[in-house]
């Protein structure tokens, strides 16, 4: 075990935050392994109540803690929104799939340009993974991005 000796011989930690971690953050929601554990669907294949209320609650909230302003998340909505009419206006599911993937990398790069914190690419990255699996996954994704715009907090001049 590394780490200093305090006063009494033992060895002292770090300060941490009151969440455990030392930059004094909650830990994340959305890079849990809780978050969206039951995907979309239930059993029949109806989306599960809790994606479009208590799970997209806790990721709005997390997410507008950080950095990522309204108008960016709402930008990438309007991507999803997007890819939605096509599907409406009879484009296959499987000819778009490259589109819902590209959300990936666009994610990743407003995170390297530093307009969205690192949980905003975990977020991309798990829902576009579950929304490519099939039209109904991603109508799960639709409701669930539009309800986390929905309960995301605006800032004063959003």
């Given amino acids: ?20 971690r030392d930059d004094g953050r909650p830990p994340s929601y959305v890079g849990s392994s809780e978050y969206l554990r039951a995907g979309y669907l239930d059993e029949l294949g109806h989306i599960r109540p809790e994606v479009v209320t208590g799970e997209a609650e806790r990721v709005a909230d ?7 302003r309204y108008a960016q998340i709402r930008r990438f909505f309007n991507k999803v929104r997007h890819v939605e009419a096509r599907l409406a206006a009879g484009h296959d599911f499987a000819e778009l799939k490259a589109t819902i993937a590209s959300l990936k ?21 798990k829902n576009v993974d579950l929304a490519l699996r099939s039209e109904e996954h991603f109508k799960g994704f639709v409701e669930h991005f539009q309800s986390i715009v929905c309960y995301y907090p605006r800032r004063a001049g959003e």
């Fill in 105 to 125: 990398p666009q994610a990743a790069d407003a995170v390297n340009r530093g307009v969205a914190p690192p949980a905003f690419r975990t977020f991309m990255e």
């Fill in 62 to 68: 997390e997410l507008g803690r950080s950095i990522l």
């Fill in 1 to 20: 075990m590394e780490g200093k000796r305090g006063p009494s011989g033992g060895f002292r930690s770090s300060p941490r935050g009151p969440w455990g």
